[in-house]
């Protein structure tokens, strides 16, 4: 009898043991991918931007205010990326360790070269997401000291296979990456630094779904006068629009989906997002 009580206990123990992996909210895709992979089998991490949303434009849903208000780790990117998400942190995570990404993940923070403030697009440096990953496994240590291990193994795997990933997107652009090119989403600041690569321009259209003159007149000016070989119209938006904004001055490349809007969310994504970037600007400015 005494032996069973005690495998009873054991298993109590064990449920216990596992309920305190610690629950955890993200802001998006990008960096639900790079908390999957330090959690592991251990738990997933929820996601507070819907599949498909922009982060810019996100709106707090009361679904998505409880998810924050239960949070017992969040992790984000910071109010410049979702200032919605900023304020709904203000007043709902109180309990929750907040781990800002731009302030707290220990990577570097640029500004935008137009003097409109901090350029919030940080994770599309791989330096970045290797600085984040080092802070999220800590975070998720402390918060969980008896899984240290697991985070700190998982999170040095998810290193090693990003800088393998940069090595090869270092190799697929150092041949173009002399030749500007535009995009359409002031968003490859810190993509753009890191692999050297020369954005000649970013044009933001804005909600607009027609360019008025002035605007067709300023885009087709710098794309003359840049020299760019590409255009990079951003996800969600028509290239053949693109095409005749640009008067065929310029190849258009694959949409850039820098935000991950047509991603499906998991561990894989974050090295899908990068290596759909480096491939789709060498694609373009590779050819002739
Ligand atoms: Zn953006």
């Known amino acids: 009898m005494r032996y069973i009580i005690s495998i009873a206990l054991a298993s109590a123990l064990a449920t216990a043991a596992s309920a305190e992996v610690p629950r955890v909210v993200t802001d998006f895709a990008p960096v639900q991918s ?30 998505q205010a409880s998810a924050l208000a ?17 304020d709904a942190i203000g007043t709902l995570g109180g309990k929750a360790t907040v781990v800002d990404l731009l302030r707290d ?16 697009h ?7 997401a290797i600085a984040w990953l080092g802070t ?24 090693t296979s990003i800088q393998m990933l940069d090595a090869d997107l270092t190799a697929l652009l150092a041949p173009v990456k002399t030749k500007p090119f535009i995009v359409f989403h002031d968003a490859l600041g810190y993509f753009g630094d890191h692999y050297g690569l020369n954005i000649a321009g970013a044009i933001e259209l804005g909600d ?14 710098l794309v003359a006068d840049s020299g760019a070989v590409c255009v990079f119209p951003e996800a969600g938006r028509d290239p053949k629009f693109i095409a005749t904004i640009i008067d065929d001055k310029a190849r258009v490349g694959a949409p850039q989906d820098v935000e991950a809007l047509t991603l499906t969310a998991g561990p894989e994504l974050y090295a899908t997002l990068l290596r759909n970037l480096g491939q789709s600007i060498s694609d373009c400015l590779a050819k002739d």
Do not use: C
């Open 34 to 63: 790079l908390v999957q992979q330090v959690m592991g089998d251990l738990g997933q991490p929820a996601m507070i931007l819907p599949a498909g949303g922009d982060p810019h434009d996100f709106q707090m849903k009361p679904s």
């Open 70 to 86: 239960d949070a017992q780790v969040i992790f984000w990117v910071g109010p410049e990326l979702m200032p919605a998400l900023g």
């Open 105 to 120: 993940g220990g990577g570097h923070v640029r500004q935008f070269a137009d003097g409109e403030g901090t350029d919030p």
């Open 122 to 128: 940080a994770w599309l440096d791989p330096e970045n």
């Open 136 to 159: 999220i496994s800590a975070t998720l240590s402390s918060a969980d000291p008896e899984h240290a291990a697991t985070y700190r193994a998982n999170a040095d795997q998810a290193v």
């Open 208 to 221: 607009a779904t027609t360019p008025g003159a002035a605007q067709l007149q300023k885009i087709r000016g």
